[in-house]
């Protein structure tokens, strides 16, 4: 079995997530949502709330959980741009939360687990 790249891992994970996030009833509005500022993997409406979404994807061997990379700099850079994807898409009077999904392969399995609220708004 050919191995796979970091890039592909990550393709695979937001994949795999958002047809999770479908399945459960969420909206998917965009994929891979690029700025300036930064990027958000999966922006989703989930009964009216708008829902920023951080994908992160390893393999089971890695030794520890995919949420626990994300850290506090990922985390102010994503809320900048999510600040900035609300004033554009012009939604300030819409609620909007930061999910995580994290993705673990293994082999030809893989495990989901999805976070909502996993974290809060940086401030500037």
């Known amino acids: 079995m050919k191995k796979r790249s970091t890039k592909e891992k ?3 994970g937001e994949r795999l997530a958002a047809r999770f996030l479908k399945e459960q009833g969420f909206r998917i509005l965009d994929r891979n949502y ?3 500022i930064g990027e958000i993997d ?5 009964r009216g709330v708008l829902v920023f979404v951080e994908v992160r994807t390893l393999e089971a061997s890695a030794g520890h959980s995919p949420e626990e990379t994300i850290q506090w700099k990922k985390q102010r850079s994503i809320s900048r741009t999510a600040e900035a994807y609300i004033h554009y898409k012009r939604l300030e009077d819409r609620p909007a939360r930061f999910d995580v999904v994290a993705v673990t392969l293994d082999g030809t399995r893989s495990t989901l687990r999805h976070i909502p ?3 809060e708004l ?3």
Do not use: K, L, S, T
């Not at 999966?42 to 989930?46: F, K, Q, T």
């Open 10 to 12: 990550g393709q695979e």
């Open 34 to 36: 690029r700025n300036r």
């Open 42 to 46: 999966i922006v989703a409406e989930d």
């Open 117 to 119: 609220d996993a974290f």
């Open 122 to 124: 940086w401030e500037a």
